[in-house]
């Protein structure tokens, strides 16, 4: 699995989502860089990682992230929430959760109101197998809709996309599964580490108030709301989303980074 880690200060470790690579997360490595050792993952199946062997399933990926990376705060998009949230309540190696955009179900049933319908996931793994290519930049649209940067955030995610090489369609299948079956909510109320929920009030992909749930029944939790932020509030609104994590980091008991 390809990490790539750069910086120098306290460990932080970044997790992208689905499709994409850690290569995603270029405006928060040229603002946070200079203070934090960022380690930046391609998870299985994707980027650097396209022929990596680790399967993509909570428990193999967050082992092998473990095994490469130091004791540290992981922050995790939308798909990497999962394996952060699964990572943050399974090894005392995490010293901090900041997610952006992500949630411990992504998907809403009768208790659980914040997701999108069941079905949306499956279409999508459905229509990968028959256009590829259409189905990708219909999905990076989704992340960048109702966002007030949507077209500058839609040509990023664009211009990304395969600069490290197409994701592998296996793996893409497995993190639309991963999307459409995990639910993690049950690990919530036992996180012993500080966590930031950090969300983007025109997100149509998480809402706002699955994050605001989520952060209600997590100890040590803090929410924030960027207004005019979708999915991917770390492009459009890069310096607002550096603050933030840069508060969060600061904030963490001296040392738990280190």
């Known amino acids: 699995m390809h990490i790539e880690t750069l910086g120098s200060g306290p460990s932080l470790v970044l997790l992208h989502g689905w499709a994409l690579h850690g290569g995603v997360f270029a405006p928060l490595v040229q603002r946070l860089s200079d203070r934090y050792t960022l380690h ?9 990682s396209r022929d990596s ?93 109702g966002s007030e940067h ?9 211009h990304d996309l395969y600069a490290r090489g197409e994701p592998a369609p296996e793996a893409l299948q497995q993190g639309l599964h991963l999307l459409e079956q995990s639910d993690l909510r049950a690990t919530l109320p036992a996180l012993s580490v500080p966590t930031l929920w950090l969300a983007g009030r025109r997100d149509l992909l998480v809402p706002t108030k699955a994050m605001q749930a989520s952060a209600a029944v997590t100890p040590q939790a803090t929410f924030v709301e960027i207004a005019g932020g979708g999915h991917a509030p770390f492009l459009g609104h890069a310096d607002r989303v550096a603050a933030d994590v840069d508060r969060f980091m600061q904030a963490l008991p001296l040392g738990a980074t280190a």
């Open 53 to 145: 062997e680790v399967p993509l399933t909570l428990d193999a990926t967050v082992t092998a992230i473990l095994a490469r990376t130091p004791p540290a705060a992981w922050l995790a998009w939308s798909l990497g929430g999962l394996f952060a949230l699964h990572a943050a309540a399974s090894s005392p190696q995490v010293r901090g959760l900041a997610m952006i955009a992500a949630t411990p179900r992504f998907v809403r049933d009768g208790d659980w109101p914040h997701g999108v319908e069941g079905r949306v996931f499956a279409q999508f793994g459905d229509d990968l197998r028959n256009d590829y290519a259409g189905t990708l930049e219909r999905f990076l649209a989704l992340d960048t809709m």
């Open 40 to 48: 930046l993952v391609d998870l299985p199946g994707h980027g650097f």
């Open 150 to 158: 949507a077209r500058s955030e839609l040509r990023t995610l664009k």
